[in-house]
Nanobody, 124 residues
Framework: QVQLVESGGGVVQAGGSLRLSCAVS????????MGWFRQAPGKEREFVAG?????????TYADSVEGRFTISRDNAKNTVYLQMNSLRPEDTAVYYC????????????????WGQGTQVTVSS
């Protein structure tokens, strides 16, 4: 069983930065593709960023965050990070991390394991 726990959310002014962390339990963290998603009130959950299993280390980003957000992973700590810079009010959402062993996908339907989410609020 894989468990994911996000942390690092909070309230920040526009232009500020936050770093989200997602701690993953289990012995095979390096074999999972990891994704960050977000969901704002009244909207569908959307892809933010993804990073492939360790041997490939491929990253991919939504156009809306490209150049502002950076996803990374630390296999020694079983943790994936999302560094968010130049935050905007439209980045306000609950942020979720997710794990999937087979493919690095932008669709939430492809992810098998999810965390409980952490709230990010960006004030103008």
């Amino acid at each position: 069983q894989v468990q994911l726990v996000e942390s690092g959310g909070g309230v920040v002014q526009a232009g500020g930065s936050l770093r989200l962390s997602c701690a993953v339990s289990g012995r095979t963290f390096s074999r999972y593709n990891m994704g960050w998603f977000r969901q704002a009130p009244g909207k569908e959950r959307e892809f933010v960023a993804g990073i492939s299993r360790s041997e490939m280390s491929t990253t991919t980003y939504a156009d809306s965050v490209e150049g502002r957000f950076t996803i990374s992973r630390d296999n020694a700590k079983n943790t994936v990070y999302l560094q968010m810079n130049s935050l905007r009010p439209e980045d306000t959402a609950v942020y979720y991390c997710a794990a999937e062993p087979l493919v690095l996908s932008r669709s939430p339907k492809d992810y098998a394991y999810w965390g409980q989410g952490t709230q990010v609020t960006v004030s103008s």
